[in-house]
C-alpha cells in the first residue's frame, strides 16, 4: 500500500531539485504524476525515470507564469488521468541577491510572476478541477526566507511570505469543499544548484550550513517526504498549516 494510491499529483518545476523528488515520491507512494516543468529534457528525464522505476507519469511543458500553460497543465492531466487529488506548486525564480534598493524592477517583477503568481494561476486551475471531483490536497512550497525576511533577498522572500499568505487565504475559502491547502517552508537544501553555488563559495557554505542547528543542509527527499504526507489522507485534519522543514534554521542554535 503506497500512501497515494489511486491519486493523479502534479508538481511544478517536477524536473529537478526538490520538484523532482517528490515526482519521483510520489510514483513511488502510488499516484499517477504529471511532471510540469519549463526545462522539457528534466521533464522528460523525470518521466522516464518514474517509467523505468514503473510508475506512471507524463511530461508537460510548463510555465508557471503563463496563464495557458497552466490551464493546458490541468486540462491535459485530466485527460490523461481521469482526475487530480494532490499538487506541490513548486516551482519558483530566486530573484537575485542584491539589496532592496539596489534592486531592478524586471527582476522584481520576473520573480513575483513566477514565484507569487505562478503559484495563484495553478491553485486557481487546481481548485477548479478539485470542486468538480470533491476535493484534493495542494501543497505549495514557501520558504522559511518568506517567514523571517532575509537580507539580500527582498523580492524571493516577500514573495514567499505572499504563497503562504495566499495559502492560509485559500485553505479557509474551500476547506468545506474538502480541499487542503498548505505549505512546507524548507531551510537550505542541497539541491544540484545550490551544491554548484556553495562550491564556488565556500565561505557562504560555512554560514549557511551553520544557520542550521543540525549542522547541515537538507535533502530534496527530506522536502518531498513533508510534501507526501500532506498530499496523502493520512494528514486529512491539517489545512492552512504551514510546515517548516529546516534542520532547525528557525531555532537559534548558540545563547546570543
Ligand atoms: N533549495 C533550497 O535551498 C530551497 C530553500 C527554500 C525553498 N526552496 C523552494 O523549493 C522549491 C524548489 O527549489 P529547488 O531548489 O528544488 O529548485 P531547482 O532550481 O533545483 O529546480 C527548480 C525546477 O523548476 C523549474 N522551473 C523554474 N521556473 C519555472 C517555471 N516558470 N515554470 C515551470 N518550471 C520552472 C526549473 O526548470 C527546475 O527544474 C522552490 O519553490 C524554492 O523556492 C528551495
Known amino acids: 500500500m503506497g500512501l497515494l494510491d489511486h491519486k493523479v499529483g502534479i508538481v511544478t518545476g517536477g524536473g529537478a531539485g526538490i520538484g523532482r523528488a517528490t515526482a519521483l515520491l510520489f510514483a513511488r507512494e ?3 504524476v504529471t511532471v510540469a516543468e519549463r526545462d522539457p529534457r528534466a521533464g522528460q528525464d523525470v518521466v522516464a525515470e518514474i517509467a523505468a522505476q514503473g510508475g506512471d507519469a507524463i511530461f508537460v511543458h510548463t510555465d508557471v507564469s503563463l496563464p495557458g500553460d497552466v490551464e493546458a497543465m490541468v486540462e491535459r492531466t485530466l485527460a490523461e488521468f481521469g482526475g487530480l487529488d494532490c499538487v506541490s506548486n513548486n516551482a519558483a525564480a530566486g530573484g537575485g541577491y542584491t539589496r532592496t534598493a539596489d ?3 524586471r527582476t522584481w517583477d520576473q520573480t513575483m510572476a513566477v514565484t507569487l503568481k505562478g503559484v495563484w494561476l495553478c491553485m486557481r486551475a487546481e481548485i477548479r478541477a478539485m470542486l468538480q471531483s470533491g476535493g484534493g490536497s495542494i501543497v505549495n512550497i514557501g520558504s522559511v526566507s518568506g517567514m523571517k525576511g532575509e537580507a539580500f533577498l527582498s523580492a524571493y522572500s516577500a514573495a514567499k511570505g505572499g504563497v503562504i499568505s495566499l495559502s492560509k487565504t485559500a485553505a479557509a475559502e474551500y476547506a468545506e469543499q474538502g480541499i487542503r ?3 512546507v517552508c524548507p531551510g537550505g537544501i542541497a539541491t544540484d544548484g ?3 553555488y556553495l562550491k564556488r563559495a565556500p565561505e557562504v557554505r560555512d554560514r549557511t550550513v551553520n544557520a542550521h542547528a543540525m549542522k547541515r543542509l537538507g535533502t530534496p527527499e527530506e522536502i518531498a517526504e513533508a510534501v507526501t504526507w500532506l498530499c496523502s489522507d493520512r494528514s486529512s485534519f491539517t489545512t ?3 510546515m517548516v ?3 532547525g534554521s528557525l531555532v537559534k542554535s548558540h545563547a546570543i
Open 240 to 242: 492552512g498549516h504551514v
Open 30 to 32: 502510488g499516484a499517477k
Open 194 to 196: 545550490m551544491t554548484d
Open 181 to 183: 491547502i498548505n505549505v
Open 103 to 105: 534592486l531592478d524592477e
Open 245 to 247: 522543514v529546516d534542520g
